[in-house]
């Protein structure tokens, strides 16, 4: 089982299930989150303003996750997951990161989805560095699909600087 780096836009991947790296509004952004809320129409929006609020605006807390309907996009579902925001290291930035990709993945397992393609979670705005954030994503995951080698998950990366990055660590920590 290996977990597989691709360069592409994320709104564009018919997998049963992309990632969203969301805010804890739920209610759309800049970066990979306006992207998929353009792609996926109104009805996205309506379906994550729908979903119950934890504390005021608050729909999903950093490190959990939640499920949609794909709507207008190529993929059935959407999974929003929320990415600490980088301070430095020292505040439990990585255990949040892991998290995200484990609820993630336990996600798609509740809705018998086989196919998951994640962004690179706060590597954008969140300001996460991007090899310490694919460590520990990637770690993570292997982790995760330990038990479930049926699911077939990928790193949608957006550009090839970012890629190249991700596939390095995932070349270390195959080897
Ligand atoms: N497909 C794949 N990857 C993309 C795409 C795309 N269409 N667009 C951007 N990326 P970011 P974060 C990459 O900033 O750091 C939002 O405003 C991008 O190049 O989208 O988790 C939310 O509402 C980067 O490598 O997410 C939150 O407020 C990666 O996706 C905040 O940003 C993540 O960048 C979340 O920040």
């Known amino acids: 089982m290996s977990i597989e780096v691709i360069i592409a836009d994320i ?7 992309i990632v969203n790296a969301a805010n ?11 992207a998929i ?5 109104p009805g996205l929006l309506e379906a994550c303003r ?8 608050v729909r999903c807390p950093t490190g959990e996750a939640r499920l949609t309907a794909g709507f207008d996009l190529p993929a059935r579902y959407v999974i929003h997951t929320v990415g ?7 505040h439990g930035e990585a255990e949040l990161l892991s998290s995200c990709y484990r609820h993630g993945i336990r996600l798609a397992l509740a809705h ?4 998951i393609a994640f962004p690179a979670i706060s590597c954008g705005v ?13 770690t993570s995951l292997y982790e995760a699909l330990r038990n479930h080698p049926d699911i077939q998950v990928r790193i949608c990366c957006f550009d ?4 190249e990055i991700w596939r390095g660590e995932n070349a270390l920590l195959l080897s």
């Not at 709104?11 to 299930?17: P, Y």
């Not at 809320?37 to 129409?41: S, T, W």
Request: proline share 10%.
């Open 84 to 90: 600490p925001v980088w301070h430095g290291g020292g």
């Open 37 to 41: 809320h353009r792609v996926a129409g």
């Open 160 to 163: 090839a600087h970012m890629a």
């Open 50 to 57: 729908a979903l119950p609020e934890i504390a005021p605006g």
């Open 11 to 17: 709104t564009r991947q018919a997998d049963d299930a």
């Open 126 to 138: 969140y300001g996460y560095p991007p090899e310490r954030a694919a460590r520990v994503a990637l």
């Open 112 to 115: 018998e989805i086989r196919s």
């Open 24 to 34: 804890p509004s739920l209610l759309g952004g800049g970066g990979v989150d306006g």
